[in-house]
């Protein structure tokens, strides 16, 4: 037979005892209640625990049923009588609070003429430089390279006009000169002769900010000689390509193989792109599209190389240029994007319509020329 378990007795002044229900307590206990809140002691030490739930419990217990009535209720969403500007009815249904504006058709329609101009501006534009850059081709090798340097010199001018609008101080003048003769020296004795010309432009630059007290003359030096470096230093290298017997030739494969780069990216990018390539610099460029581009970058190389197409690529020198064209190119491209983030602007210039400035459409070239240079060189066409 089990024994019955009697829980021991509470302790005089025990805290854990669970307060009495109201349903409990005798009638009268609650009006006995109400006075107490008057006649609460003013000592801390005399108001117990007990007392405390129970004021709480009696202060929330409007509010908890309340809440609770107010979830059992059923609301129907209907249309409200407002004066909203921009409304006529003033009646305002829930589904109208999107926050979009009505699009005008005629808005619309001046929207997609500005496009249609722009893409034949943009068009028109780059024809016209293909035109004359393969007209100076054409001409003769002296002819090209003044293009060249007239192209150079409007590039670094650009660039100098841009840090200008950040509070640098370039040199312009010193910059411009050492472009021009970064390139004179290429034709005279080779791209490595340029070298000597920028080191001209560093010792120069540096005695003009030492004469006065000029401000911030470590980023003004600094910008004076990036300008000439960045831009004329890698152009330098496509003179000995235009003065090469098969200039043709190889400035064709050069030009359209970059060209085709940047566009299989876009569209590729457009298409299929999901993963950016590097968001914090340009966030249109994709890893897909840089994969899709390389494909067709290579599958081009291999048929001008294969078939001849430009004599004397080969199908080995054609695929090399075609790979360095898909690795340089992008980088060239996300060099300038890093130039113009970290000075707030979205285009150098406005030289070529519809393109930008020249310094836009030159970024990947910048890194192709002097790596096709060296392809060139490898293979024994220079």
């Not at 640098?168 to 970064?182: D, E, K, T």
């Not at 034709?187 to 340029?194: K, Y």
């Amino acid at each position: 037979m089990d024994e019955e378990v009697h829980p021991p007795p509470a302790e005089a002044g025990d805290r854990r005892d669970t307060p009495p229900k109201e349903a409990d307590q005798p009638a009268g206990a609650t009006a006995h209640r109400g006075g107490q809140a008057a006649d609460r002691p003013t000592d801390p030490g005399e108001f117990t625990g007990r007392e405390y739930i129970r004021s709480t419990t009696r202060e929330y217990q409007g509010l908890a049923e309340s809440v609770a009535r107010a979830g059992e209720e059923v609301y129907e969403q209907s249309a409200v009588v407002a004066h909203v500007p921009g409304v006529d009815t003033g009646v305002v249904g829930f589904g109208d609070m999107t926050g979009r504006e009505d699009e005008d058709p005629e808005q619309l329609e001046q929207l997609d003429r500005a496009r249609r101009s722009e893409l034949a501006l943009r068009i028109g534009s780059g024809l016209a430089a293909v035109v004359v850059f393969f007209g100076a081709l054409y001409a003769g090798s002296l002819w090209v390279t003044l293009l060249l340097g007239v192209v150079t010199i409007v590039a670094v001018g650009e660039l100098y006009q841009a840090v200008r609008s950040v509070g640098f101080a370039p040199v312009a003048l010193l910059g411009l000169l050492g472009a021009a003769g970064m390139l004179y020296a290429s034709w005279s004795s080779g791209p490595f002769g340029a070298a000597g010309v920028l080191t001209a432009v560093i010792m120069v630059s540096g005695f003009w900010f030492a004469l006065g007290s000029r401000r911030f003359p470590l980023a003004n030096i600094a910008v004076t000689v990036f300008g000439a470096a960045w831009v004329a230093g890698p152009l330098s290298f496509a003179v000995p390509i235009f003065r090469s017997l098969d200039a043709w030739a190889l400035v064709t494969a050069l030009v359209g193989l970059t060209a085709l780069n940047d566009i299989a990216a876009f569209s590729y990018g457009r298409a299929f792109g999901s993963r950016r390539l590097a968001p914090h610099l340009s966030p249109n460029k994709t890893l897909e599209g840089f994969l899709g581009a390389t494909v067709i970058t290579l599958l081009a190389g291999l048929i001008v190389g294969r078939f001849g197409l430009l004599d004397p690529l080969t199908m080995p020198s054609g695929i090399a240029l075609a790979a360095v064209v898909s690795v340089f190119g992008p980088i060239g491209d996300l060099a300038e994007s890093a130039v113009k983030r970290s000075i707030g602007l979205k285009d150098m210039g406005s030289s070529l319509p519809g393109h930008g400035g020249l310094l836009d459409r030159l970024d990947a070239y910048l890194f192709t020329v002097p790596a096709a240079y060296l392809v060139y060189l490898w293979f024994g066409y220079l």
